[in-house]
């Protein structure tokens, strides 16, 4: 298994200001991924962020909005830019667990509410 | 991926199995089948995961149809902490993205 924590655990952030959220992995991993999960919704996936290059969005998705970095195999940096109300949501960072097409691990999340 | 379908809510008395259903009809030959849950406020937590033939491990089981096109999650005795929103996904094995639908809303009653 693989133990993910994440920084911070929630948040209230001013509308028009940014917040960095980080994601700390126990074990190295090739691909570490971003997802949202707004107010009663279900998970939609950001992007996925690869050692060593870009990361790559999702359609709807803009690095402008959601830079992220991946300076290392065991962290991962996602940035909500210029926020607004509507980017009130759970920011998850996940990754894949040991042997490809096994179990992802999940963090716990970052709630963050924007006012 | 395939699509999957999954009722919205459903509930289960403490001590009984709970059965959650999922349709993937439109399922291909190299997908698999895998469920996660969410407890309220947590990440997902994965439970299992199958490609024909059933599976079980310490959590649950997992049956799936002859054709592939169906298949249920069974918790064989439901207790308060198996409330939670079960996600039924499918997806080819070695694509690490998941998509997730809108789950199933397990309610466990005492």
């Known amino acids: 298994s693989a133990v993910i924590s994440q920084k911070p655990s929630r948040d209230i952030c001013q509308r028009g200001t940014s917040l960095t959220i980080q994601c700390q992995v126990d074990s190295q991993v090739t691909m570490m991924f971003w997802y949202r999960q707004q107010p009663g919704q279900s998970l939609t996936l950001i992007a996925t962020a690869n050692q060593g290059s870009e990361a790559t969005y999702e359609s709807g998705f803009v690095i402008d909005k959601f830079p992220i970095s991946r300076p290392n195999l065991t962290f991962s940096t996602l940035t909500v830019s210029n926020m607004s109300p509507e980017d009130s949501s759970i920011y998850l960072c996940s990754v894949e667990g040991r042997g490809r097409g096994t179990e992802a691990f999940f963090g716990q999340g970052t709630r963050l509410t924007v006012v | 991926d395939a699509k999957t379908t999954q009722p919205p809510s459903m509930d289960c008395a403490e001590g009984r199995a709970a059965n959650l259903p999922c349709n993937h009809s439109?399922?291909?030959?190299?997908?698999?089948v895998y469920w996660y849950r969410q407890i309220h406020s947590q990440g997902p937590q994965y439970i299992i995961h199958g490609l024909k033939n059933n599976e079980t491990n310490e959590m649950a089981s997992l049956i799936i149809t002859e054709d592939r096109k169906s298949s249920t999650l069974i918790l064989p005795h439901a207790t308060l902490r198996d409330t939670a929103v079960y996600y039924c996904?499918?997806?080819?094995?070695?694509?690490?993205?998941?998509?997730f639908g809108t789950g199933t809303r397990l309610t466990i009653i005492p």
């Open positions: 439109t399922i291909s030959g190299n997908e698999y």
């Open positions: 996904i499918v997806r080819v094995f070695g694509n690490e993205k998941l998509t």
